[in-house]
């Protein structure tokens, strides 16, 4: 499974990206404003530190306006991949894109038939937003499963982004369904280091190591 890191925070992005462990990275219009930066220049930032997928997000509601939006951005860089909203007009969109060969991640997924969708229309990826579905009491991994299973029986291309991650089991959870892709935030990355043994057991070989060389 791959691991992107959700968020447009380049401090992050450059810690996170020198552990080895990244293969790409999701933003949002929520992460960009975030940094209280100029949009562009983030985007051209991160370009520069992580080579893999980069999605980045239109603001457009209509199909011409988001196709517009995503060609100027495709320009970016070879890795930008351009993050539509689940609409009618998305959808339109991510076909006219894709026949051009510009990457799509469709986002703000939270259905199966929205994923089925989107892989008609020919997204590269799609995105279920598994934490907002769990905030209002329903089990996002749930849809994970059906995305994952329902692509795996027709043969579609696009990779699915567990997306909208809030704990480390929801990682451990894509990676058991079998998802191509899971987006976590830098919080999320952190804590999957973690183990209380791990430190517990670095402590004692030390302590141990030197009582031998008579230090302690
Ligand atoms: C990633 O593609 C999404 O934009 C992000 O995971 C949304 O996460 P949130 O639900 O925590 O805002």
Redesign the pocket.
Known sequence: MKIFL?TANIEHIREANSWGVIDGV???P??IAREGREFREVVEEICSIVDGPI?V?VIALDHEGMINEARDLAKIHRNIVI?IPMTVDGLKAVKVLSREGVKT?M?LVFSPNQAILAAKAGATYV?P?I??LDDIGHEGMSLVAKVVKIYQNYGFDTQV?V????HPMHVVEAAMIGAHVC?V?YAVLEKMVKHPLTDIGIERFLADWRRYRGEG
């Open positions: 959700d999701t933003t949002n929520t992460l999605s997000e993050k991640n986002t995105s937003f934490g907002r982004i997306a909208s991650v809030r987006t935030p």
